[in-house]
């Protein structure tokens, strides 16, 4: 007989040829819980090779109703067979001392009706399951094996005398307590029909069984107790060794089902340990990383109400480097698109994919208290400029410079169009152009917008002009192009909302509106040219946003449009947009042609009320000078121009020196 303590400590092939010996199929394919359980099933199904422990079973009820205990719990744990495991370490005494009585039967029953086994019914019961269940992690102690030695004794004399072995046959019986698929009623009733080998045999044994199974509850009880604590110990140490879920199997009584919850229970450990390694691994690093990063960018809102702050780097389109607002920020602070923010981020964590905004700073340089109550830039109230950019006075001016301060003078506010052919020095001059105002007017935020322009031609601006230069050159598609433009503007109404002064120097309004007019859907409606009648609608918002605020900010566009391209298109767009600007500056072909720069028609350019902008003697002394200009060609005029106006340092001494 093996209990499970003594498979615990074999190896794992002594078990499978254990498991083969029992005639166990499958052994080699189980793992070593399962095939010591297995083993411990077989045994307990068929404990050994001798005749079935039916004349002890059929004496046990038979020993409750002589006895006149009518408790229906004690006799069914009777039943069970739970209470003779408990009494068995001395039953060895009795049935040496009473195996001779075979001829007094009489008085050893007599002896059963004298005992009161209610007495000891309520302490010794609750406590015998316990006992039980775990005498077999005892089995190291050979101090509490000697009873089971002498009960084996006392059965290998009884099967040599011919007698049946009903003593010998208590340890497989206490293999299979708490195994409910065999009653003993019924084995008792399939016995009864069964003839047995030696009936005067077993008539003389009777009475010794029952005069045993009398004598248990006075004497072994108290001596068992102590002994079943320290094999208790033992048990709980051994079962928690070996696993966290099987100790439990001996403890229950009632088949296979919890075994089969156990072992469902150990499948399910590597899940649960997992979880549990991710919890530690998420608290291994305790401290809190949110709002020590501060981050800013520029808000982009998306249809479902959160917004994402673009950077700069990625021409505000979406990147790695983008961070998430929530709705309720958005809410909150009443943000838009195109306002630049600044946050406090955290990191993300699992199943996130952006840093997330914790804390709104400032939106657009301002408090977010402040920005709250805005007003938007369509209610704003639209003027003419008012105060001029100076154009001259810096390290880096040039006659370009000089020349378009004193004839087209640009103020804040100003919608500018350089009406240009190609080839005639636009990118130059308005690279010098923004430079001058960058130098000059530091408090004016400067963006440089190049829409399908050569790379050579971004990279120089992006180091040849202190502006934020946003770029989308003429290999990228079209809706690229879009999104570019609608991001800046958005971003420079934002901030002329929030009383800030912004200029944008567009590169060029045309390639713009080939760019809305090819992400236009098809209505169906064409102009000449190819052009669709909707198509045109947004870049004129886009140049029609420029405009001086009363009460503060000012967006100013400075715009490049192409003509004498040799596309019907490009010259449907330029009469489209030629009426829209209040200054005008058209460069010629001509000059150009000649080397002449800044090759300017200095009779076609203008700017509307200029007298808003400069000082009346500045303003009489210019007519004077384009009255004379006007009777002379572009090119005889520039000549002229450019003899009398290097000599002088600055504008104001040309035009004093004009009379002689």
């Known amino acids: 007989m093996y209990n499970i303590t003594d498979l615990s400590a074999k190896a794992h092939i002594d078990l499978i040829s254990i498991a083969e010996e029992m005639g166990i199929r499958g052994a080699k394919r189980m793992e070593h819980q399962d095939l010591i359980y297995k083993i411990l099933d077989k045994q307990a199904v068929s404990p050994d090779d001798s005749p079935s422990p039916r004349r002890r079973t059929h004496l046990r009820p038979q020993l409750l109703a002589e006895s006149g205990n009518n408790n229906p719990d004690l006799h069914e744990r009777k039943k069970r067979g739970r209470k003779p495991k408990a009494t068995q370490p ?12 075979n001829t007094a039967p009489d008085s050893s029953v007599s002896t059963v009706h004298h005992i009161d086994i209610s007495g000891v019914e309520v302490p010794s019961i609750p406590t015998i399951p316990d006992i039980i269940t775990l005498r077999p992690s005892s089995s190291n102690n050979p ?32 293999r299979r307590r708490g195994r409910p698929r065999k009653d003993p009623l019924q084995t008792a009733e399939t016995d009864a029909g069964q003839p047995d080998a030696a009936p005067g045999a077993s008539v003389s044994a009777e009475p010794s069984q029952m005069s045993q199974a009398a004598a248990e509850p006075t004497t072994t009880l108290p001596d068992e ?28 009584g009632f088949g296979n089902n919890n075994l089969r919850r156990n072992r469902n229970n150990q ?12 919890q530690m691994r998420r608290q291994e690093y305790p401290f809190d990383a949110e709002g020590v990063i501060e981050a800013e960018g520029v808000l982009e809102l998306m249809p479902e109400g959160v917004g994402f702050l673009r950077s700069s780097d990625y021409n505000y389109l979406a990147s790695p480097d983008d961070i998430m607002v929530v709705q309720h920020l958005v809410r909150y602070h009443g943000l838009k698109t195109g306002d630049t923010v600044t946050v406090k981020v955290r990191p993300p964590r699992e199943n996130e994919k952006f840093f997330i905004a914790t804390k709104v700073l400032d939106v657009n340089g301002l408090t977010p208290e402040r920005v709250r109550d805005r007003i938007p830039f369509e209610s704003l109230t639209p003027l003419f400029p008012q105060e001029k950019f100076n154009l001259t006075g810096h390290p880096a001016e040039t006659m370009s410079t000089r020349i378009v301060d004193l004839f087209t003078p640009i103020g804040k506010g100003q919608r500018g169009l350089i009406v240009a052919q190609p080839k005639t020095g636009k990118t130059t001059l308005l690279k010098e152009i923004a430079n001058a105002i960058a130098y000059n007017h ?5 963006m440089v917008l190049l829409i399908d322009e050569r790379p050579e031609e971004v990279t120089d601006m992006q180091r040849s002009v202190r502006a934020e230069v946003i770029a989308s050159t003429f290999d990228e598609p079209a809706d690229r192009h879009v999104r570019i433009a609608n991001i800046v503007l958005e971003k420079a109404k934002r901030m002329t909302e929030c009383g800030h002064d912004v200029v944008i120097v567009l590169d060029s309004i045309t390639r713009l509106a080939r760019a809305f007019n090819t992400v236009q ?17 947004k870049p004129k918002r886009f140049f029609g946003a420029a405009r001086n605020i009363e009460n503060g900010g000012s967006l100013t566009i400075i715009a490049t449009a192409l003509t004498e391209t040799g596309s019907k298109m490009d010259d449907v767009i330029f009469e489209e947009f030629k009426g829209t600007g209040n200054m005008e500056l058209q460069l010629d072909r001509r000059l150009s042609n000649k080397r002449i720069f800044p090759a300017i028609d200095l009779a076609a350019s203008s700017t509307r009320r200029d007298e808003l902008l400069v000082a009346s003697n500045i303003l009489s002394r210019t007519l004077v000078l384009r009255n004379h200009l006007t009777d002379l060609n572009p090119v005889e005029a520039m000549d002229f121009l450019m003899k009398h106006i290097q000599h002088t340092r600055n504008n104001a001494e040309f035009l004093m020196t004009m009379d002689k």
């Open 521 to 537: 859907p098809a209505s169906g409606k064409v102009l000449s040219g190819g052009v669709e009648a909707n198509a045109l609608q």
């Open 267 to 278: 499948g399910r450990m590597p899940q649960d340990g997992h979880v549990q390694q991710q």
């Open 225 to 252: 107790v102590p002994v079943n604590h320290e094999s208790n110990e033992n048990a709980a140490n051994i079962a928690s060794n070996s696993s966290n879920n099987f100790h439990n199997r001996p403890n229950n």
């Open 442 to 446: 530091p408090e004016v935020y400067l």
């Open 90 to 101: 001395d039953t060895s005494q009795p049935a040496v001392t009473h195996l001779p009585d």
């Open 143 to 174: 101090g509490e094996q000697s009873p089971a030695a002498d009960v084996a004794a006392t059965d290998k004399e009884s099967t040599e005398a011919g007698t049946p072995d009903a003593v010998a046959d208590r340890p497989a019986q206490t």
